[in-house]
């Protein structure tokens, strides 16, 4: 009886141990299916990796820079706040682009790094652009990260709590009021308006996600124009777009300046159904824009035109002075 119980046991632990071997050995065959589909989609995965922003105006940034800034904003992890127009008016401003400066406090390289952040979040030779600005980026979004509980623009959360420490972004809920990180915000931002951004030409959204925007542009047509009413009553041009994007829960800024910052821009591209079209009109310019409508498809344009005429349905063809074109839906790309 002894002997049989012995060789049961035997018995039964081989039968584990070949389970488990078949079990690492079948694992390991589909690891190794899954790296080979990997690396042979890789190519076409990476074609359809469309979305990513461009710098507009590349004018003061050294060349050899603009590829890597815009790489880098691209691949931060934070796009809709980190764009490449931001990310080369931040190293404008830390550095004026000089991989080798160096402030009296310590700070290092291109992004203007304390060696504790260094440590912290890069990674390589903080010396070198080629580290030193994916590095900025990827502390952009860790920044932009800690303060996303407090209301207001992500872009200047983000700013003002990379100038001041985010704990100070928390404590005042906002910006704080302090002059140096204030100007800090209101200058990168300001450059970065300059730079612009586009996206790429091959970015488009859906026309299924847009629709609800689409149908509340229609059903407001005939409305009156009065000038910063927010309905549903009466409209002005601002606030009627705004009000159609957050139909599928997208929370546009509310005057036409913003908006147009809001972006992200497209350029060389016909426009599609949800975009949003800039013009100077009668109290803005070209720089900041007065005047907003949606095309809608169909070479056709909805807006809140003025008091004389309200909401009302025009042709492309009527928009001459056209100055900006923004896709917000596509902002999450």
């Known amino acids: 009886m002894a002997r049989t119980s012995r060789g049961t046991v035997r018995g039964g632990r081989l039968l584990v141990w070949l389970g488990v071997g078949g079990f690492v050995t079948i694992g390991g065959i589909f690891l190794l299916i899954s790296v080979l589909i990997l690396l042979i989609a890789a190519p ?16 003061g940034i050294p060349t050899e820079y603009v590829q890597l800034i815009t ?12 764009t490449p127009s931001l990310l080369a008016a931040q190293l404008r401003q830390e550095s004026g682009f ?24 890069g990674s390589g030779d903080v010396w070198n652009p080629a580290d030193a600005i994916p590095a900025a980026a990827r502390y952009d979004c860790a920044v932009a990260a800690a303060v996303a509980s407090v209301p207001g623009s992500a872009q200047e959360k983000m700013l003002a709590a990379y100038n001041a420490g985010p704990g100070a972004v928390l404590a005042f809920a906002g910006v704080p009021p302090y002059p140096e990180t204030r100007n800090y915000v209101r200058t990168i931002l300001a450059q970065a308006q300059v730079y612009g951004d586009s996206l790429d030409t091959g970015v488009e959204v859906s026309v299924e996600t847009l629709q609800p925007v689409i149908d509340f542009m229609w059903s407001q047509i005939g409305k009156p124009y009065v000038w910063g009413a927010t309905g549903p009553g009466a409209w002005d041009c601002s606030s009627l777009v705004q009000a159609a994007y957050r139909e599928i829960g997208v929370s546009l800024p509310r005057v036409t300046t913003e908006q147009v910052a809001y972006g992200p821009r497209v350029s060389g591209v016909e426009p599609q159904p949800g975009d949003l079209l800039f013009i100077p009109g009668s109290d803005g310019t070209a720089i900041a824009p007065g005047h907003v409508g949606m095309y809608v498809g169909n070479g056709q344009v909805i807006a809140a035109k003025g008091a004389r005429w309200g909401v009302v349905l025009s042709e492309l063809s009527d928009w001459t002075t056209v100055v900006a074109v923004t896709r917000p839906l596509a902002r999450s790309f």
């Open 44 to 59: 076409f995965l990476d074609e359809q990796n469309i979305g990513g922003r461009v710098i507009t105006n590349s004018e």
């Open 71 to 82: 790489d880098a904003a691209n691949a931060s992890g934070c796009p809709e706040v980190v």
């Open 98 to 121: 000089n991989p080798r400066a160096q402030s009296q406090v310590g700070a290092m390289g291109i992004a203007q790094f304390m060696p504790g952040t260094w440590a912290a979040h």
